[in-house]
T-cell receptor
Framework: DTGVSQDPRHKITKRGQNVTFRCDPI?????LYWYRQTLGQGPEFLTY????????KSRLLSDRFSAERPKGSFSTLEIQRTEQGDSAMYLC????????????FGQGTRLTVV | DAKTTQPNSMESNEEEPVHLPCNHS???????IHWYRQLPSQGPEYVIH???SNVNNRMASLAIAEDRKSSTLILHRATLRDAAVYYC?????????FGKGTHLIIQP
């Protein structure tokens, strides 16, 4: 296991299309987080899972965004009807336990909406 | 919202110590203080974290003020590979809350 894996690394889509990103966490990690990062800013929290349960969602996560983590393993983040403002780096992180442990980040999926 | 405040950028010379400050005056008593760093086009990389006591690991040291309103990340001997954006973050029940970070520049 080499760490958190995200796919694809880059995605260019037309406005109005749906996109789905995948995150494979480190295998024994029970927590999985999604963040969004725009240029020059720090990552912004979107949502997190403990095992398969989605426990927290940011108000940044509009109705067009949905995330799943079936069976508590990999996770998907879907954006419906993409807008230009959705262009960003989408980061996934995983940890074993809560915030008293370190989180491991993937390399991110860079989304460009044209 | 318990955000953290850091200088936008700092510059240091190679092989010298670097002290990166962070203010987190509204942090709650149960939130951890985490530091991550990020290179361009990479995800953040964990550096160190702590709650109340000072912490040391192979990468850095973390000095936490007694009132927990501020902390300092210490890189004991900076190298060119330490040039990155350093984020001081609050680690709470809902994950990490990042600010804009400090862009650390290392001069050879």
């Amino acid at each position: 296991d080499t760490g958190v894996s995200q796919d694809p690394r880059h995605k260019i889509t037309k406005r109005g299309q749906n996109v789905t990103f995948r995150c494979d966490p480190i295998s024994e990690h029970n927590r999985l987080y999604w963040y969004r990062q725009t240029l020059g800013q720090g990552p912004e929290f979107l949502t997190y899972f403990q095992n398969e349960a989605q426990l927290e969602k940011s108000r940044l996560l509009s109705d067009r965004f949905s995330a799943e983590r079936p069976k508590g393993s990999f996770s998907t983040l879907e954006i419906q009807r993409t807008e230009q403002g959705d262009s960003a780096m989408y980061l996934c992180a995983s940890s074993f336990g809560g915030m008293n442990t370190e989180a491991f980040f993937g390399q991110g999926t860079r989304l460009t909406v044209v | 919202d318990a955000k953290t405040t850091q200088p936008n950028s700092m510059e240091s010379n190679e092989e010298e110590p670097v002290h990166l400050p962070c203010n987190h005056s509204t942090i709650s008593g149960t939130d951890y203080i985490h530091w991550y760093r990020q290179l361009p086009s990479q995800g953040p990389e964990y550096v160190i974290h702590g709650l109340t006591s000072n912490v040391n690991n192979r990468m850095a040291s973390l000095a936490i003020a007694e009132d927990r309103k501020s902390s300092t990340l210490i890189l004991h001997r900076a190298t060119l590979r330490d040039a990155a954006v350093y984020y001081c973050t609050r680690g709470g029940a809902d994950g990490l809350t990042f600010g804009k970070g400090t862009h650390l520049i290392i001069q050879p």
